[in-house]
């Protein structure tokens, strides 16, 4: 039996933020399957989020995503929210659904066009003022198909200034947060490609400036955790964006594919200061459920990422410096993998417990009979999905 004791405050500190998008419809673009009981609008959405914390007490806050969670007044939802026992997070702006942003958004060469992806980010910035958000994410699909089709070195100059306008804008305790993605919807380039693009850009407009790491956004093999470390020793590692995947940004459950490199990014979190009260890093999700139940499919994944950070918070990083230091390889090692093959799972159903919360979130959410209620309940308007 694992002792939690060590680790139990430090448990605590864990909070995960959800995508208010998870709960919707999704699919690939092959297929968007629906489900019964889908949220119908962003109140919905807000509803079924607070499910998650309920059961798990792992997740307090959801990101929006503009302008999928419009809403006339979002103190309202604010409000809403807090009634539910969560709270309102990051602000996504998109900039990658309107047919004027088929050439670009913020790097597009038509003035007008560039104003206008301008503008929607300091719509989302007012909406911040109005949620009390602390975090705007831009995530841009900008970017090109064919060789030659445009100029890299004009766009990424245009993206400096465009986001040096919205970062004007960001408020004293607000953050500006840069996300990169390797390839797609652009198939050749894209204008925030990798961490050290996003590094440069953010760099160049300020400290609360930061960059966003999608686990789902590198080439295969890639090394994510020494990115981890990378961006949290030069301070900038804004937010995680959770997710698993085995070929492409698949966007499935978190720990899914690789519980092994969820295990390694957190050490590294860990080490680097990353987590919980110790720096500003925020967890978030950000997953799609194709073909499972959504609430359950992200109480799964806040679990994921609890276990792995207890294992990684049970690594005898005394002992592991000393053996690093020796040169001790295979103990090193072996050290790092004891904490790994470490099974928390029935000690954190205790912590759980110890905390008045249920020992099994799964199985709570499973017989709380909340799934056949919104199965009941939501009977005509029209399901959030994807681009709605
Ligand atoms: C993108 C990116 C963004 C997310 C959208 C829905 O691939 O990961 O973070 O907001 O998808
Ligand atoms: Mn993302």
Not at 81 to 106: C, M, R
Not at 179 to 189: G, T, V, W
Not at 192 to 220: E, F, I, K, M, N
């Amino acid at each position: 039996m694992v002792d939690l004791a060590a680790i139990s405050s430090r448990l605590a500190e864990q909070a995960i933020e959800l995508p208010s998008w998870a709960f919707g419809n999704s699919g690939t673009r092959f297929k968007v399957f629906a489900q019964p009981g889908v949220p119908r609008d962003p109140y919905e959405k807000i509803a079924d989020a607070a499910q998650v914390h309920r059961h798990t007490g792992l997740a307090p806050t959801v990101a929006l995503h503009i302008p999928w969670d419009k809403v006339d007044s979002y103190a309202d939802l604010a409000k809403r929210a807090e009634d539910h026992g969560v709270a309102l997070g990051t602000i996504n702006s998109n900039t990658f659904q309107d047919d004027d942003y088929k050439l670009g958004s913020v790097t597009h060469r038509d003035d007008r066009i560039r104003r206008k992806a301008i503008d929607h980010h300091f719509e989302c910035i007012d909406i911040m003022n109005e949620t009390g958000s602390r975090d705007l994410k831009i995530w841009l699909a900008d970017g090109t198909n064919y060789p030659g089709q445009d100029d890299m070195r004009g766009r990424q100059d245009r993206l400096a200034d465009s986001l040096a306008k919205i970062y004007e804008r960001i408020g004293d305790n607000q953050r500006l947060v840069l996300e990169y993605k390797i390839f797609e919807p652009s198939f050749y380039h894209t204008d925030v490609p990798d961490w050290g693009t996003s590094y440069a850009q953010v760099s160049a407009l300020g400290d609360r400036a930061v960059v966003c790491l999608d686990t789902g956004h590198h080439a295969p093999s890639t090394n994510i955790e020494f990115i981890v470390m990378q961006l949290l020793r030069l301070g900038k590692l804004g937010s995680f964006d959770f997710n698993s995947r085995f070929y492409a940004d698949d966007d499935l459950i978190v720990g899914a594919a690789d519980p092994f490199q969820l295990f390694r990014i957190l050490v590294e979190v860990i080490r680097g200061g990353g987590y919980g009260g110790d720096g500003d890093t925020a967890f978030m999700l950000d997953q799609c459920h194709n073909i499972e139940d959504k609430i359950p499919g992200q109480i799964r994944s806040v679990l994921n990422v609890q276990e792995m950070t207890a294992r990684a918070l049970l690594v005898d990083t005394a002992a592991l410096d000393a053996a690093q230091r020796a040169g001790d390889v295979l103990t090193a090692n072996g050290l790092f993998m004891d904490a790994f093959y470490t099974d928390v799972r029935p000690a954190l159903a205790e912590w759980r417990a110890s905390r008045g919360l249920p020992e099994d979130p799964m199985r709570a959410y499973a017989e709380s009979g909340y799934a056949a209620t919104i199965v009941a309940d939501r009977v005509g308007g029209a399901q959030a999905g994807w681009g709605a």
